[in-house]
């Protein structure tokens, strides 16, 4: 599962042979979710509303970069870091 990202004690992974739709996953502590790179909106699990916002935030910011993330850890491929939210 490789770690794309990590800010804030936030760390933004995806997973090799994942499924539609493209999403991300998000651990914060004991919290984990599941967002949607289209929507950016929690799909599964829980953040809290601070972490939420910074995550979306972030995600809006690198959606581009997520999408072509998600195809490439679907082909097996490394996905590429992206920036943390500054």
Do not use: K
Not at 10 to 32: K, T, W
């Amino acid at each position: 599962m490789p770690r794309i990202s990590r800010f804030l004690g936030i760390a933004i992974v995806m997973h090799y042979d994942d499924h539609p739709p493209p999403h991300f996953h998000v651990q914060y502590g004991d919290d984990s979710a599941t967002m949607d790179i289209d929507t950016m909106r929690i799909t599964d699990g829980y953040l809290p509303p601070r972490v939420l916002g910074l995550v979306t935030e972030w995600g809006v910011r690198h959606r581009a970069l997520l999408r072509e993330n998600f195809r490439r850890v679907l082909e097996h491929r490394a996905p590429e870091l992206i920036p943390p939210l500054e």
